[in-house]
Structure formats: C-alpha cells, structure tokens
C-alpha cells in the first residue's frame, strides 16, 4: 500500500486542496465578516467534499471508456504493494489527474459565480469611501467628529486606517483644529503648538464630513500654496 506520508499527501491534493483553493478565489468576491473557526472549516469541507465526488464520477467515467489509463481502486486494495509496484505509472496519473481535475472544477466553479457576482469585491469600509475613493479631485477631506464623551473636533483628515472593524480603526487629523468641549461650548482653535489629533474608533460617534477644494498654486507666490481654510463650525 501506498507508505502513510504519502497517502496522506495524495488525500490532502484530492480532499481537501480543492475547497482551500475555492475558499481563497472566493474571498475575492465577498467582503469576510468574523466567523468560528468551525464554520470556515465546515465551509471547506463541504466545498472539498463537492469537489472530490464529482471529480470520481468524472474519473471513473473515464476509467470505463478506457480501463488501461488510470489503476483499478479494488485490484490496488486487494494487491497492495505488488500491485502499486507493477502500476506505478497509472497510480501517479491517475493522482495528477485527479488533482488537476478538482481543481479546475473549483476555479470553473469560481469563475461561474464571479460572471454573476463580479470578479472581484473589494474590502472597502465606509471610511475608506469617504477619506479616500469617494473624494472628488483637487479636493482635500476635512471632519467634524463627535465623540461618545461628547468632545467635539474638528480638522483635515491626514491618514487613517480602513478596517472593517470599526473599533479597530484610526483616524489622523491635522491642522487647522478645532476642538468644542461640549455641547454649550463653541469651536475653539487647538494651541498651534498642537499638530495632529489621533481619534480611535471605539471613541467616535458621528462623523462629519466636507470636501473642500485645495488651492491651486501660483507662480507669483514662488511655488507656495495659499493658506488652508479653517473649519466650519
């Protein structure tokens, strides 16, 4: 019989590869949520599972067209290593075959879903809508952000990071900054000494956002960009 190592080699190429390799094309079409461990197995092992019956059906099919081409299952278990010595060959093809096979079904499967779906689904958070990909040209990104004690900020959106989890994400603001300590207060500009406010999203409640045109640069001011307008209130 075929040594333990190398069944368990062959088993992973025909068992479980092909619904591995459907589960990553298919993470391209889908935004991931947080999901159990058990779950994306399950998910796996369903696809595999899928994948290898209809791979043997194809298989077997080709087997009875043409008995020579791929090894006999029940002569193998009957003969064990005599006959896997004398049939090496169409053991190996018969593996290779098997292995090209599911897989191409999982890519076939794939592309079928991606014609209907898209090609690819991209892992874009509203914040990266909103910061980035949704800011018209030659403008520049400025906020007004209320946090859950109530503070109030203001400023330009320098970086931030695009999770999809929101408490994990943060937001960079810089100058010109203003903060409004509570609700009875006014917009008061941060000492200038003051250059960025660093807000986490576990901390922000509402978000306010402005698209305000960036100043063109003059020749007559030797290169140098106009001043930066100051929040709205």
Same mark, same amino acid.
């Given at each position: 019989?075929?040594?333990?190592?190398?069944? =368990?080699?062959?088993? %992973?190429?025909?068992?479980?590869?092909?619904?591995?390799?459907?589960?990553?094309?298919?993470?391209? +079409?889908? &935004?991931?949520?947080?999901?159990?461990?058990?779950?994306? #197995?399950? +998910?796996?092992?369903?696809?595999?599972?899928?994948?290898? *019956?209809? !791979?043997?059906?194809?298989?077997?099919?080709?087997?009875?067209?043409?008995? +020579?081409? %791929?090894?006999?299952?029940?002569?193998?278990? *009957? $003969? $064990?290593?005599?006959?896997?010595?004398?049939?090496?060959?169409? /053991?190996?093809?018969?593996?290779? @075959?098997?292995?090209?096979?599911?897989?191409?079904?999982? #890519?076939?499967?794939?592309?079928?879903?991606?014609?209907? !779906?898209?090609?690819? #689904?991209?892992?874009?958070?509203?914040?990266?809508?909103?910061?980035?990909?949704? &800011?018209?040209? $030659?403008?520049?990104? #400025?906020?007004?952000? +209320?946090?859950?004690?109530?503070? /109030?900020?203001?400023?330009?959106?320098?970086?931030?990071?695009?999770?999809?989890?929101? @408490?994990?994400?943060? *937001?960079?603001?810089?100058?010109?900054? =203003?903060?409004?300590?509570?609700?009875?207060?006014?917009?008061?500009?941060?000492?200038? =000494?003051?250059?960025? /406010?660093?807000?986490?999203?576990?901390?922000?409640? &509402?978000?306010?956002?402005?698209?305000?045109? /960036?100043?063109?640069?003059?020749? !007559?001011?030797?290169?140098?960009?106009?001043? !930066?307008?100051?929040?709205?209130?």
């Amino acid at each position: 019989m075929i040594p333990g190592t190398w069944l =368990a080699v062959v088993l %992973f190429l025909i068992v479980v590869a092909p619904g591995l390799f459907f589960d990553l094309l298919g993470a391209r +079409r889908r &935004v991931e949520a947080a999901e159990s461990a058990f779950r994306e #197995f399950g +998910r796996v092992a369903l696809g595999s599972l899928g994948f290898t *019956l209809v !791979t043997l059906v194809l298989l077997l099919g080709v087997r009875w067209l043409f008995p +020579r081409l %791929f090894f006999d299952p029940r002569a193998m278990l *009957l $003969g $064990g290593n005599t006959y896997l010595a004398d049939h090496y060959g169409q /053991v190996i093809l018969t593996i290779v @075959a098997a292995t090209v096979v599911s897989h191409l079904l999982a #890519f076939g499967l794939h592309k079928l879903l991606a014609r209907r !779906t898209g090609e690819a #689904f991209r892992k874009v958070s509203a914040w990266g809508m909103a910061f980035r990909d949704g &800011v018209p040209a $030659g403008h520049a990104v #400025f906020v007004r952000v +209320r946090l859950t004690s109530g503070l /109030v900020y203001t400023g330009q959106v320098e970086n931030f990071t695009a999770d999809l989890a929101a @408490a994990d994400r943060e *937001l960079l603001l810089t100058k010109p900054l =203003a903060v409004k300590p509570d609700g009875d207060s006014s917009l008061t500009p941060l000492p200038a =000494a003051y250059d960025r /406010v660093l807000l986490r999203g576990s901390e922000i409640e &509402v978000i306010s956002v402005e698209y305000r045109p /960036v100043p063109q640069r003059s020749s !007559t001011q030797n290169g140098e960009t106009g001043p !930066t307008p100051a929040p709205s209130g």
